[in-house]
């Protein structure tokens, strides 16, 4: 039985709340949203389509993603219904974050506090990072995988935009996997 227009709404709003609840920040957000979507709403190809789509175009990775999975689900409303749920949970903690740092911004625990985060935020981006590079459990890292990789991080660290880095590695993967 196929499920009804107003049901899968529901379920891309659920999925982005729940998503933008247990993972608020965009990057790390992609590993939670691929296991709510892939399968459910879409293929593994398309989110992977998705996911580099999202960085090559300008703007918020997540409302990007949130978009794209939101139409391949339920076409323009879900689109709508998948920026609601992507964006209400961090616009409400971000209003609650501005007024509780507000009140403690002249405190010197805040700086601990803020340094002792940036170490968690990047293993959060490199274990979002080793998901999407370990595409599936059959798939084997081959050559031209890991010679893809290594150009994009030769190029990331003499500072070439990532936009731009995307774009040559999709083109780069056009010629390398026919």
Known sequence: MKQSK???????????????????????????????????????ERFVEAVGFSNVLPGSEALKLAMFVGYAAGGVPGVFTALLGAMLPPTVMMFAVAAILQQFQQENWLQGFVRGMSPAIAALIIMVAWELFHV?????????TLFIAALSAIALWFEVPSPLVLLGAGVLGVFLFR
Do not use: H
């Open 6 to 44: 107003f049901s899968v709404w529901f379920s891309l709003l659920w999925m982005f709340l729940k998503v933008n609840l247990l993972s608020p920040s965009g990057p790390a957000s992609v590993g939670l949203l691929y296991k709510e979507a892939v399968g459910k709403v879409m293929s593994e």
């Open 136 to 144: 599936g459990q059959t798939k084997k890292i081959d050559k031209r």
